[in-house]
């Protein structure tokens, strides 16, 4: 009775006070539910997302040394037609001869790299 005394005290007439604290006992009973199962809904919520983020890191990690690896093929790639343009250059003293052989080399390179086949020795 000692609860219904103070709910009196709180200007609720004396006969709602007994269904007033019997809402107000279903209510906080639901918001404690209910805010149990929001913490609950975003413990799960976050466990999932770390999983995924996990994962993502993961599958970048792959992309990124497959990306380099592929960089470092481009590179190597890269320098052996370099070098091969610069054989190509020292290796013939008549301009003309010199210019078509340049050209015809870049084109066996451009073949070479289309069809995925290692550069070709132009000299």
Excluded at 26 to 37: D, E, Q, T
Excluded at 53 to 78: C, G, I, L, Y
Aim: hydrophobic share 45%; net charge positive; aromatic share 8%.
């Amino acid at each position: 009775m000692n609860l219904i005394a103070m709910v009196i005290g709180w200007g609720v007439p004396a006969k709602f006070a007994k269904p007033f604290l019997a809402i107000m006992g279903v209510a906080l009973l639901a918001i404690l539910f209910f805010g149990g199962k929001a913490l609950y809904d975003h413990s799960v919520i976050a466990k999932h997302d770390a999983k995924v983020e996990a994962s993502q890191a993961k599958a970048d990690r792959k992309a990124d040394n497959k990306a380099a690896e592929q960089r470092d093929k481009d590179n190597v790639r890269r320098t052996a037609e370099t070098q091969e343009l610069k054989d190509v250059q020292a290796h013939y003293s008549d301009p003309a001869t010199r210019k078509r052989e340049f050209y015809r080399c870049i084109r066996l390179q451009q073949a070479a790299r289309a069809n995925g086949s290692q550069p070709p020795a132009c000299v």
